[in-house]
């Protein structure tokens, strides 16, 4: 029941929806006449609302703290056992479609791992992804990534599929109980770098130890506190992201599914990790 009633709370407190929503409602009340005053505060406040969400710097304030929690990963020569790739960055429904690999904004993911598989040809890859749709039987990302492997350049002796998680709290669980890391192992976790933080803590408890490798950034660092939007569109679009996860930080933490309510970097796995130029250069 989790995943469908998150799918439903979601629809309706996205910024975007919500505010969407509440001019409609608005505008209805305008309408009947009885509440015409009400109508106008909430309609007016809500399309304010739009305008400062959608050019305003909002969106990149509230995606920075989650963006910067988790610094560019920075090869210390330490062995890397393996990589684990969480899905979210492909799009199921157009590649089985249109027969092709089709990505969204995530699409650094899949990057990221075709670009490791060969930084590190030893190392293990796990990608996992499974439907995000409410009706089964839908294919699943890891199928997708299998089926393009070969042409994406992945070895896919080497894959290792999970195909039945919906969520970040399963990403962690089925690979873990899939790849059953040991200790000592160092395992790379790649995914976007505003879901780090919520993608960590679900794999600390799942007990399973990862190095974060951010990606698929959305800001450009503090700098952008103050960089206005071109199109509404582009910062209503970030902050309907950066809220959901947000929401789903807190989320995890009352459900037991993360054991802190903002996971940070481990003091031990600090010097592995590291804001530097270098970092970003090597990757």
Same mark, same amino acid.
Request: with cysteine; charged share 20%; net charge positive.
């Given at each position: 029941m989790f995943f469908p009633f998150s799918k439903l709370i979601f629809f309706v407190i996205t910024p975007s929806n919500a505010l969407i929503l509440a001019v409609v409602a608005g505008m209805l009340l305008i309408a009947v006449g009885r509440w015409r005053r009400f109508g106008r505060v909430l309609a007016g406040a809500a399309g304010l609302g739009l305008l400062v969400a959608g050019f305003s710097p909002l969106a990149l304030w509230v995606a920075l703290p989650l963006e910067d929690r988790f610094p560019a990963f920075v090869d210390d020569g330490t062995p890397v056992t393996g990589i684990v790739v969480l899905g979210g960055g492909v799009e199921t429904r157009l590649s089985a479609a249109r027969d092709q690999f089709v990505v969204n904004d995530a699409g650094e993911r899949q990057l990221a791992l075709i670009d490791l598989s060969r930084r590190y040809p030893d190392a293990r890859l796990a990608f996992?992804?499974?439907?995000?749709?409410?009706?089964?039987? /839908?294919?699943? /990302?890891?199928?997708?990534?299998?089926?393009?492997?070969?042409?994406?350049?992945?070895?896919?002796?080497?894959?290792?599929?999970?195909?039945?998680?919906?969520?970040t709290r399963e990403n962690?669980?089925?690979?873990?109980?899939?790849?059953?890391?040991?200790?000592?192992?160092?395992?790379?976790?790649?995914?976007?770098?505003?879901?780090?933080?919520?993608?960590?803590?679900?794999?600390?408890?799942?007990?399973?130890?990862?190095?974060?490798?951010?990606?698929?950034?959305?800001?450009?660092?503090?700098?952008?506190?103050?960089?206005?939007?071109?199109?509404?569109?582009?910062?209503?679009?970030?902050?309907?992201?950066?809220?959901? /996860?947000?929401?789903?930080?807190?989320?995890?933490?009352?459900?037991?599914?993360?054991?802190?309510?903002?996971p940070a970097p481990q003091a031990s796995s600090v010097p592995a990790e590291s804001t530097s130029a270098a970092g970003s250069a090597s990757r």
């Open positions: 996992t992804g499974g439907s995000a749709a409410l009706r089964p039987g /839908e294919v699943s /990302e890891a199928e997708i990534v299998g089926r393009t492997a070969d042409g994406l350049g992945l070895p896919r002796t080497r894959l290792i599929l999970e195909n039945r998680s919906r969520n962690a669980a089925f690979t873990a109980d899939l790849v059953k890391p040991k200790p000592g192992e160092r395992w790379l976790l790649v995914t976007s770098a505003w879901h780090m933080p919520r993608a960590v803590g679900c794999f600390r408890a799942a007990g399973f130890t990862v190095a974060a490798y951010p990606v698929d950034y959305r800001t450009a660092g503090p700098r952008d506190a103050v960089r206005f939007n071109s199109f509404a569109s582009d910062g209503l679009a970030l902050l309907d992201v950066v809220v959901k /996860e947000w929401i789903g930080l807190v989320v995890y933490r009352l459900a037991g599914y993360t054991d802190a309510w903002m």
